[in-house]
């Protein structure tokens, strides 16, 4: 897995670290039971403080998507990921590059359109 960070973005880099580790999951890239970098080993190679990695992976812990062992580092949990099939993961796909094209020609904002999708989701 390509770790990649704008610290010059709006999002908090703890919260970049945890999207792309959903997105991975999603995407297939990473499955159950796969190990992550150590913390230190990521933050080093990040430029980044160790506690923000660390704080990502509490984050994907406190989620269920990472278990984090003593002596074996962050792992993927068994539940996590591996809940859609390539077919139905490829139906989301496509129905969110719809839903990108409608954002961006209505002209919201990516933060409006993920709040929209968040609402849309709760319900």
């Excluded at 990649?4 to 995407?27: F, K, N, S, T, W």
């Excluded at 989620?63 to 990921?81: I, P």
């Excluded at 919201?108 to 709040?115: C, P």
């Amino acid at each position: 897995m390509l770790w990649r960070i704008d610290p010059a973005g709006d999002e908090p880099l703890y919260a970049q670290l945890v999207a792309q580790v959903r997105l991975a999951l999603a995407h297939g890239e990473l499955s159950p039971g796969e190990r992550l970098p150590a913390a230190r080993e990521l933050a080093t190679s990040l430029e980044l403080n160790m506690h923000t990695v660390l704080r990502a992976y509490q984050t994907l812990r406190d989620e269920g998507v990472l278990e984090l062992r003593r002596g074996r580092g962050a792992v993927v949990a068994a539940s996590a990921g591996g809940d859609l099939a390539a077919a139905e993961r490829a139906a989301v796909e496509q129905a969110v590059a719809g839903l990108v094209v409608a954002a961006r020609a209505a002209r919201l904002s990516t933060e409006t359109t993920t709040t929209l999708v968040k609402e849309a989701m709760s319900r």
